[in-house]
């Protein structure tokens, strides 16, 4: 079993079906007018943008863990998380004013400048973010449509349906917490551990192989070992996302090195390296937290101190710590034997990425 | 039958269930973090301002046309329409700026101002819209919610749900437009009425009264009857609104008179002068439009053009006309007796409404 062949496979056919699903919608939207034509155009071009679809490929073996079932009809169900990705990032990143987005203009930017371009500045980010909020909006509504519209029993789509919506409330609480941390300007670990819980484990692994599960007819006892599963690997990708966001290299996560200071997010790394390192390093750490000209010889300090402090070696510990839960858990269960040498593999595949 | 009496009973009845409904949302959120308790307790309040709960009543007269079941059942699954009501309004108002809902602050002001108490001005603006984003993008979900786990037969549930869905979109396209067409300054007749038969007549009457049918198992004639009542009435209502917003008494009709003017919104009533006025009319009209600080004494001029144009009386005209066809497609209909007398009459009053 080559995992990343079959990672690339079920990518491309995810992205065939987000584009024929988004090309009825462009159909509708033309039938309104031109310009709610256009929104949907660019929604599509967001969407389909990249993204590594990791959330679809863990629905599908959601599903494939329990049944051996039609291919086609998991992965046209599967796409409703990445249009809830979608939605998610666009309102986003409305919240963090941020520019770009997968190396393109965020879809607020976009819109600001569609509205500079042919009506003049007047209000120009107020349209954009207005734009924006609405194709977030749509996108939710389009990701509900592709779960509620699929080719499943309807008990285990109602099923699947009230769990999505559990998703889209923790991933909403877990950004009230994050939102509001970030203006109060003080956040503990604790809390760090469970806006990762709430905002990533939950609707990056445990919930997508839960959603796929559902469809398949799952009983009470396989979600929980999903979980078992999907939250502590769902804590190690968040955590080797904060390292890959001090250390990695550009060229490979796709966004500029030290953007997590530049923003001022207080990553795990960072707050255990504030617990253990010097005053003066705690000051100068904090300084450049959020901090937009911040050198590149200055995130080569924060480095150092991350390093020294042992914050490193602990996350890198952390990750694979969790990665083993993880593992252990898919190895008990009793799971179809392809889904779990999949979910195994890639669990491992997530502990040592480099992007 | 005493139609205000029906009206006040179900009203509290959906109240009652809005408030449960929420409380336990406030518990789930409660087990998260103070923070996150607040904010659903400030989108609990948000909710229970007001509002005249026509939405979730014509959901529960949807269900009585075509069957006579459990009146509980069907009250705890309206509530999702007001919710979606409650969502909706909270974007709008980020999006039109506006501060006040219900005579009090908006949800979006109301966290601008808990910033700049509990954690100073700097970013207060950005604070507030971002929690307000959030906030309605989490009332989004608990409508669906209350849908989804309503207490009825599956099938019947998700093909609810994909209405529901359906009017997402609709709302959402009609928004795209209305922004636009705002931003661009410039908008026709046609234009308008698509508007308001996307934002208004689907999602005031037509959608809620075939969510409900749809739960109590309607074919499809029965939705085309829904739509043939719907939309003239959903049209009327809009229309009459119009009216209410130039000609109406604040008492009554709960927001300052002329904020329609003052907002620069070009309803049916000003276009429809506007092509009819002289050149000066015109040009006095389209210099109100928009202005904030616009007098009691220029409010009635322009109520002087309308009335002058026989705009006033056209518009009347147009509500009386829709009312009249909304009751003869009930009249025609076999859906069963008290729920017919009820939507007949509750179009009557739509048709003579002062607020």
Redesign the interface.
């Known amino acids: 079993m080559d995992i990343k062949t079959i990672i690339y496979d079920y990518r491309e056919k995810i992205n065939r079906q987000l584009e024929s699903f988004l090309a009825n919608k462009i159909e509708?939207?033309a039938g309104?007018?031109p310009?709610?034509r256009d929104?949907v155009v660019n929604a599509t071009e967001y969407t389909l943008r990249g993204g590594k679809r990791l959330r679809p490929i863990f629905f599908i073996y959601g599903y494939k863990c329990i049944s051996d079932g039609d291919d086609n009809a998991i992965i046209n169900a599967s796409i409703s998380i990445e249009l809830m990705q979608s939605y998610l990032l666009i309102?986003d990143d409305?919240?963090d004013?941020d520019e770009l987005r997968r190396g393109k203009p965020t879809f607020h930017v976009l819109y600001k400048d569609i509205?500079e371009r042919e009506?003049g500045d007047a209000?120009s980010v107020?349209?954009g973010?207005?734009?924006a909020?609405?194709t977030?909006?749509?996108l939710?509504?389009?990701g509900?449509?592709a779960l509620?519209?699929s080719d499943f029993d309807?008990?285990y789509?109602?099923r699947a349906?009230?769990k999505y919506?559990e998703i889209?409330?923790k991933v909403?609480?877990g950004?009230?917490?994050d939102?509001?941390s970030e203006?109060?300007?003080s956040i503990t670990a604790d809390?760090v551990l469970?806006i990762h819980r709430?905002k990533t484990a939950s609707y990056t692994i445990e919930g997508p192989l839960q959603l796929g599960a559902i469809l398949a007819g799952a009983g009470e006892r396989d979600l929980q070992v999903m979980s078992a599963y999907g939250i502590p690997l769902g804590i190690a990708f968040q955590i080797q996302d904060d390292i890959l966001g001090l250390f990695g290299r550009e060229a490979k996560i796709g966004k500029p090195v030290g953007s997590d200071i530049r923003e001022g997010k207080k990553t795990l790394l960072i707050l255990h390296a504030l617990e253990r390192c010097t005053d003066d390093e705690r000051r100068f750490i904090l300084r450049t937290m959020g901090n937009e000209h911040i050198t590149a010889d200055e995130i080569e300090a924060v480095r150092e101190i991350v390093r020294r402090t042992g914050s490193f070696d602990y996350s890198k510990q952390l990750v694979r710590s969790n990665t083993e839960r993880a593992i252990e858990a898919m190895e008990n269960s009793d799971f179809r034997a392809d889904a779990k040498e999949f979910l195994i593999k890639i669990a491992d595949f997530i502990g040592e990425r480099e992007y």
């Open positions: 509708e939207a309104i007018s310009d709610v929104v309102h409305i919240m004013e509205c009506f209000k107020r349209f973010e207005n734009m909020i609405l977030g909006d749509l939710e509504a389009y509900e449509e509620a519209n309807a008990r789509v109602r349906l009230c919506l889209v409330r909403g609480y950004q009230i917490m939102i509001m203006r109060k300007g809390e469970t709430l």
